[in-house]
Every structure is written in C-alpha cells, then in structure tokens.
C-alpha cells in the first residue's frame, strides 16, 4: 500500500464539517489545532485581507504550518461556496507516520514551485519585463506558497 492509499484510509476514518459561502475557517493569528482537507467547495485564502488565491482542488490542507511549527496561523481561509472539510487533530501529524509524508510531500511540491517561479522572475527581471509578467509572477509564487500543489490525493 502506498502512503496516498494509507492516508486515503485515514482521511475517510476523519469526522466531516460543513460551512456555508462567506464563513471563515481558519483566521490568521490564531491557532486552531487542526488540519482542514477541503473534500468539496471553494476557498479563498487572504493574507491582511487582500485575496492571494483560491482554491477548490478536493484534498487541499489548510493548517499544516501552523500544526507542524507550532505557531498561529499565517492567513485566513474563508469559503466562497458551501464546503466540506474532513477535520484532524494538528496532533496526527505525530502519530501518523503516512499523514505525516503526505504533507511534507505537498510541502516539498510547493517549493520546487517556488523556486521555479522565482528563477524565473530574476530572468524576467534581468531581460527587462514589464511590470504586468513581474506581477503575474510573483502572483504565482503568492499562490504557490499560500496552498498551490498542495492537496491530499484521495
């Protein structure tokens, strides 16, 4: 069994939680204590409230830095739609040795990401791009740090 299957198996054992359009789940400053993995619906993650990105990939975690550095969270994660969460303990991280690689495996896709975006904004910078690609850029690195690629394969 590979760690995806295993930790298929742990998502599917989690209790569920619901939240209407507009709803903020996670808030920036604060600890929760949990992972959300976003089983369906559509976020949006703001950071000072300026929206950085939005997701709707089913598997996408939420509060896995805040639950592996101890720390509050860094952004707020407020629902566009109605979505459904499958909730863990930021603790299963410690236990579960397959939900563990999964996210250092989001963690490592986002930055092979970033790092791809950001060799490619020095060159853009370097060649004189204008602003607009700059921006588009390092829009994208915002995304990519933020949650991009980082989704639980259920």
């Known amino acids: 069994m590979s760690s995806g299957e295993g930790f298929g198996k742990v998502l599917e054992s989690l209790p569920l939680a619901t939240f209407d359009a507009g709803e903020t789940v996670m808030s920036a400053g604060t600890k929760s204590g ?26 996408a975690v939420f509060g896995e830095l805040s639950a592996l550095l101890d720390m509050p969270h860094t952004a707020d994660v407020r629902t566009l739609t ?32 970033a790092n791809k975006s950001v060799v490619e904004l020095k060159t853009q910078i370097q060649v004189g791009s204008p602003p607009g690609v700059l921006s588009k850029i390092l829009k994208r690195v915002e995304e990519v740090l ?3 690629g980082a989704s639980f394969e259920t």
């Open 34 to 59: 949990r992972l959300l993995i976003l089983k369906s619906g559509s976020v949006a993650i703001l950071k000072d409230s300026i929206e950085i990105a939005r997701v709707d990939e089913a598997g």
């Open 82 to 113: 109605n979505s459904q969460f499958h909730v863990a303990d930021a603790a299963l991280l410690g236990k579960d040795p397959a939900a563990l690689l999964e996210v250092a495996r989001i963690l490592a896709r986002r930055i092979v990401t």
């Open 146 to 148: 933020s949650v991009g």
